[in-house]
């Protein structure tokens, strides 16, 4: 049972996108179709290996990526050498594509965290159409305020939260599909990793994952975690949230 | 010397400015003249006593604001009502003005923390100006940019800095304009909101002071801070940032 679980959440994280497939959605479907078909043609594939690390926080921006297959960390490293991770991100995320409105620089550091094949593009493809396309602008403009309001919700989420509502939350994220009220689902990236991205060190994530088990019914298993009532998880998580579930962002 | 420090500071964060005053900033300057006159004709001033709710997370938005004199405080509520402080404003700024392009509703409530005078401004003067002036638009994409690398900064230090470390920053970022190595300077609010603000329950607050004041050259006295050594402080606080003193973000 749990190994087909894994096997099930491996293929869905690994399954391909096409090339440019982000072009169909928003906020790149306004594009000008001229402009779409020069962003496509000048696509950069490339593979990378876990640890690889596609560019660095402020380094001078030239391209933005898609992801086809694999996982990127969004990251800064402090002076004193640790490291805050901002995001992680699924196969057909977008990242580096709001350099050219923030300074030219990336606003943070990428690196793989399971080996991906990227698409990379001329950011100034983007920046023109931004200049000449206002119908395009103004789509760009609301993409880049949901990902502020995202970076909000963040910020509500960690002043909130304890850490078993944190762990919850993420969980009952990716449940946000499910039609039912019970499910098996695994976690998709590893435990350390999760703790990173959710701003815990590694023991409270370790206490947090063990107060949740015992406050709801979850059971979990390694990677592997049985939820018999989804709304039980979502009573427990979101009396800690502005919203309710399942959420927008 | 307490008093002086203390009257100097009121004085300083109650100088009222003057209505339609962040016209001539970034983005607004880039309004089209006859939009900057119509905006300013159809301001409306307001004056708002602590405690005053403006408006609500969600609330359907029709108006943005300047604050004229007086602080803000912008917080979300859960379901449980507990508050999460998303930020704390100064006199000089504008909120709600993203609402717009954020579904048109705001994205969080509007509380006043000390007595206000406020203006507030139709929000479809700015939506048109958005629509019809291409180089406004540019330049509030940049704005709303640059208010998300803010709260990406945010979730950085709550990731990395310990209590004292994020004290210690909240302080340096008060010594910005400092052109010495040593100054005196009053906190801006009471102690419980900064540590709301902070994301922090007042007791690690107050713990993070004691260990500031203990391991830094600092001095704190009720809301008057002397800080001998800026530079120390902030080799004390940076090393946990992606930054360097003075920051920008």
Redesign the interface.
């Known amino acids: 049972m749990a190994v087909d679980t894994k096997e099930r959440c491996r293929n869905e994280t690994l399954g391909a996108r096409a090339d440019g497939a982000f072009c169909d959605g928003f906020p790149f479907s306004k594009m000008r179709p001229a402009a779409k078909t020069r962003l496509i043609k000048e696509g950069m594939p490339q593979v990378f290996s876990r640890g690889h690390v596609i560019f660095m926080?402020e380094d001078q921006a030239q391209r933005f990526y898609f992801i086809k297959s694999g996982w990127i960390k969004l990251f800064?490293?402090?002076?004193?050498g640790?490291?805050?991770?901002?995001d992680v991100l699924p196969p057909g995320s977008v990242f580096g594509e709001?350099a050219f409105?923030?300074g030219g620089v990336y606003?943070?550091g990428a690196e793989v965290i399971e080996n991906c094949e990227i698409v990379s593009y001329p950011l100034s493809l983007l920046e023109t159409e931004?200049?000449e396309n206002?119908e395009f602008?103004?789509e760009?403009?609301?993409h880049?305020?949901?990902?502020?309001?995202a970076?909000?919700k963040?910020?509500?989420?960690?002043?909130?939260q304890n850490a078993a509502q944190r762990i919850g939350c993420f969980i009952l994220r990716l449940c946000r599909e499910e039609s039912g009220n019970e499910t098996t689902l695994c976690l998709p990236w590893e435990k350390s990793l999760i703790a990173a991205r959710l701003?815990m060190a590694p023991e409270t994530f370790s206490r947090g994952l063990a107060r949740l088990q015992k406050d709801t019914a979850m059971a979990i298993n390694g990677p592997v975690i049985e939820i018999p009532d989804i709304k039980m998880l979502a009573r427990y998580t979101?009396?800690?949230?502005?919203n309710?579930f399942p959420c927008k962002n």
């Open positions: 926080h800064r490293e402090t002076i004193g640790d490291e805050a991770i901002l709001a409105c923030e606003a943070y931004t200049r206002g602008t103004i760009f403009l609301k880049v305020a949901a990902r502020g309001l970076r909000d963040e910020i509500e989420l960690r002043s909130v701003g979101c009396v800690a949230c502005s309710v």
